[in-house]
């Protein structure tokens, strides 16, 4: 995850970023303007130098207190979270999607709730889990994995995506989503609805060879996450 204190993100300079434009609300400047945003289940993946290979619990354990830099409880708790969401999670996988979602899945969904909480124009969300072949299917879902299924062009990312026969389903489902959104601010297409995002049902498209709603999804992890002190303003 690359060295302490290492943030992706907008940096404030006072001039040409004059503030944080989702903190502490979402900018009234694109307030009528729809948003669609989400994240990829193993983000991290896509980094190089990151630990891919199956670990014990123990190492799995201390990755996730260092990543989080939790305590000892908070550890355990996280863990625990996970495991009553999928009861069969992989060390390895605990590892993988807890990073991911402390850095990119929980941000997408402050954006969300602050994006629905001005009133106006919706948020959409996504999360992405179709796991790629590549590498033994190492990869997982890393991030850009959708990009190539959002171009309807799954063969040109086969080094990511692989060449199984599935992708070309699901490439069309996504693809058609985000031309909807393009052209109507809703990615709504027939066979495939998508309600908008909000902090009551929290609809979630979960794009994966069954793509489908569901709402508030791994609710036990986004509260476990959520209870964690802040690392970054906003």
């Known amino acids: 995850m690359g060295p302490p204190g290492l943030r992706f993100g907008p940096v404030v300079d ?55 830099r939790a305590s000892d409880a908070d550890t355990d708790r996280i863990i625990a979270a996970y495991k009553k969401v999928d009861a069969n999670i992989s060390n390895i996988d605990l590892c993988l999607e807890s990073a991911s979602d402390s850095y990119a899945w929980t941000t997408a969904i402050t954006a969300a709730e602050r994006k629905a909480a001005l009133g106006k124009a919706p948020a959409y969300m996504y999360y992405f889990k179709w796991r790629s072949t590549v590498r033994d299917g190492k990869l997982k879902a890393m991030h850009c994995m959708e990009i190539p299924f959002v171009f309807d062009n799954p063969d040109a990312g086969k080094p990511m995506t692989g ?27 027939k066979g495939l609805a998508w309600p908008a995002y909000n902090t009551t049902n929290r609809a979630t498209m979960i794009l994966d060879n069954k793509c ?17 002190p802040p690392q970054f303003p906003g």
């Open 14 to 68: 006072g001039k040409t970023l004059p503030g944080n434009p989702f903190d502490p609300t979402a900018p009234e400047i694109s307030a009528n303007v729809p948003l669609l945003i989400g994240t990829t289940q193993t983000e991290v993946t896509f980094f190089p130098g990151q630990q891919l290979d199956p670990i014990d619990e123990a190492t799995a354990r201390q990755r996730i207190k260092q990543t989080l």
């Open 163 to 189: 060449s199984g026969e599935d992708r070309y389903a699901l490439a069309s489902k996504i693809s058609g989503a985000w031309a909807a959104f393009a052209r109507t601010g809703n990615p709504s297409q």
């Open 212 to 228: 489908e709603v569901i709402d508030d999804p791994r609710k036990e992890v986004r509260f476990a996450l959520a209870s964690l």
